[in-house]
């Protein structure tokens, strides 16, 4: 069987949002504390808290690029509330599926997505519960699954 479906393979060839936004009104950047690869993305987020637009650049592995199309389309037309409650595992799951050894893959993704909105909150002052307690510093652990990458090589 192969490692990665149709659609992970279809986001990675001709991944959707690419790019910054040069005005944004929410920039964040994370690099995973499993590989040391790193995402931005940037915000357009309208008066009614509304995502009008997300784009993506990383310096990461074709899951990355996967993971982040695949998670900018999903919050482009949601609200901030509903951008925040999106998961990894949602992001997985849209994908139709990873290899366990990439799952923090689209952690990173999910990471930075909170990062921006938290950029966002910092610079209008708005609060939000999901982000009570969020540090966009924060190392997070692949919280999906252990992976020791001296196997992968
Ligand atoms: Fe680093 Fe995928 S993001 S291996």
């Given at each position: 069987?192969?490692?990665y479906?149709?659609?992970?393979?279809d986001h990675?060839?001709?991944?959707h949002?690419?790019?910054e936004?040069?005005d944004?009104d929410?920039?964040?950047t994370y690099?995973?504390?499993?590989?040391?690869?790193?995402?931005?993305?940037?915000?357009?987020?309208d008066?009614?808290e509304?995502?009008?637009?997300?784009?993506?650049?990383?310096?990461?592995?074709?899951?990355?690029v996967?993971s982040s199309?695949?998670a900018?389309d999903m919050?482009i037309?949601?609200?901030?509330?509903?951008?925040l409650?999106i998961?990894n595992q949602?992001?997985?799951?849209?994908?139709?599926g990873?290899?366990?050894?990439?799952?923090?893959?689209?952690?990173?993704?999910e990471?930075?997505?909170?990062?921006?909105i938290?950029?966002?909150?910092?610079?209008?002052?708005?609060?939000?519960?999901?982000?009570?307690g969020?540090?966009?510093?924060r190392?997070?652990?692949?919280?999906?699954?252990?992976?020791d990458?001296t196997?992968?090589?």
């Amino acid at each position: 069987m192969a490692l990665y479906n149709d659609k992970v393979m279809d986001h990675f060839f001709n991944p959707h949002n690419v790019g910054e936004i040069p005005d944004a009104d929410g920039a964040g950047t994370y690099g995973s504390p499993v590989c040391g690869d790193m995402m931005l993305i940037t915000l357009k987020i309208d008066e009614n808290e509304k995502i009008t637009d997300a784009k993506f650049k990383t310096y990461g592995c074709g899951t990355a690029v996967a993971s982040s199309s695949m998670a900018t389309d999903m919050i482009i037309g949601k609200s901030v509330e509903e951008a925040l409650t999106i998961t990894n595992q949602q992001i997985i799951d849209e994908l139709g599926g990873l290899p366990a050894i990439k799952i923090h893959c689209s952690v990173l993704a999910e990471h930075a997505i909170k990062s921006a909105i938290y950029d966002y909150a910092q610079k209008t002052g708005k609060t939000y519960k999901a982000l009570e307690g969020f540090d966009p510093d924060r190392e997070e652990d692949d919280h999906s699954c252990q992976v020791d990458l001296t196997e992968e090589s």
